[in-house]
């Protein structure tokens, strides 16, 4: 059984009885109505609003801390977890991701595939813990494999939480992966914002605008000059055409993310490389959905040809 079997194998354990399971949350329902304007859709939720309160910056300390996190049904937009760009939301949540890159410029690497999973856990509406487990397998230009494990854990704080934007700050950890020589944890701080476009211009409907910052700072053993710190952006567009209830395309979204990394030290400092991704997530039964998307480097410097990209959530 080749790579690329083992590991779609170990993604899709399990799917078909989580597809089963079901939750008196469903993060998939949409409006039923299309209002004809941003104002009525505020006021015609009003009362739910009133059940879901806000929470804003001034607040963080005072609000949130002690009400129970719950999925947000009162947006015209729908706000949700993507493939690059940093997640703004608190969710509860099993994810699974798989990617397959064509690696460009390597001369130990020809192609690499990572696994992953995460549980995501809300314990309010202010906090989110998550566990992070991955594999990867690089293979180099004579087929042989190298493989190794790592992990990490996340802590998400919800800086602010509105019908129309979304704002939370992550701190992560990732230990190295010692199979693959690795020996320095990486420690990301990043902040990242959902905005719902439609309120500004009804006329793209249901059009949320993402973004995130993150800065990273390399710990631990490392050759001499290697280095130890960078940052990345991400700022993406996506637009939702479906209802949730059109199964198995409920909430069926299109979007594109441009990525942008760049070296503070090392080797390569000062080089930046981007990126564009392409993808679309569809809800094909209650609280499962799916995602695929492909990363197509911009310009000369990147690391890979391609990057493959699926993922599969299922909330709870």
């Known amino acids: 059984m080749g790579n690329s079997s083992r590991i779609l194998l170990t993604l899709c354990v399990g799917t078909p009885l989580l597809a089963q399971a079901s939750s008196p949350i469903d993060p998939g329902r949409d409006l039923p109505v299309e209002p004809a304007n941003s104002v009525a859709i505020l006021e015609g939720h009003q009362g739910h609003q009133d059940a879901v309160p806000d929470l804003g910056f001034l607040s963080f300390f005072t609000a949130g801390w002690d009400q129970p996190w719950e999925h947000r049904h009162d947006r015209y937009t729908p706000d949700m977890a993507l493939l690059r760009v940093t997640t703004n939301a608190l969710e509860k949540e099993l994810r699974l991701d798989y990617t397959d890159t064509d690696a460009r410029g390597n001369p130990k690497v020809d192609t690499s595939q990572v696994g992953s999973a995460l549980i995501a856990f809300a314990i309010n509406r202010r906090l989110m813990v998550e566990v992070i487990n991955n594999a990867q397998w690089n293979e180099d230009f004579h087929s042989t494999t190298t493989s190794g494990s790592g992990g990490g854990g996340v ?14 700050f992550q701190l992560k950890a990732a230990v190295p992966n010692k199979g693959l020589g690795q020996t320095q944890t990486t420690l990301s701080y990043a902040l990242a914002s959902w905005q719902d476009l439609h309120v500004i211009l009804p006329g793209l409907g249901k059009t949320g605008l993402y973004e995130s910052v993150q800065y990273d700072k390399l710990e631990g ?9 960078g940052m990345a952006a991400d700022i993406t567009l996506a637009r939702t055409w479906t209802e949730a209830s059109d199964c198995p395309f409920g909430r069926f979204t299109t979007f594109g993310e441009f990525y942008a990394s760049r070296d503070l030290d090392g080797p390569s400092e000062g080089q930046t490389v981007a990126s564009f991704t392409p993808g679309i997530r569809t809800w094909f039964s209650k609280n499962n959905s799916l995602m695929l998307g492909e990363d197509l480097p911009i310009g000369h410097r990147a690391s890979f040809y391609r990057v493959l990209r699926l993922t599969y959530i299922f909330n709870f």
């Open 155 to 168: 802590l998400r704080f919800q800086l602010a939480d509105t019908q129309t934007s979304c704002t939370s």
């Open 221 to 229: 053993p490392a050759k001499p000059g290697a280095k130890s710190k």
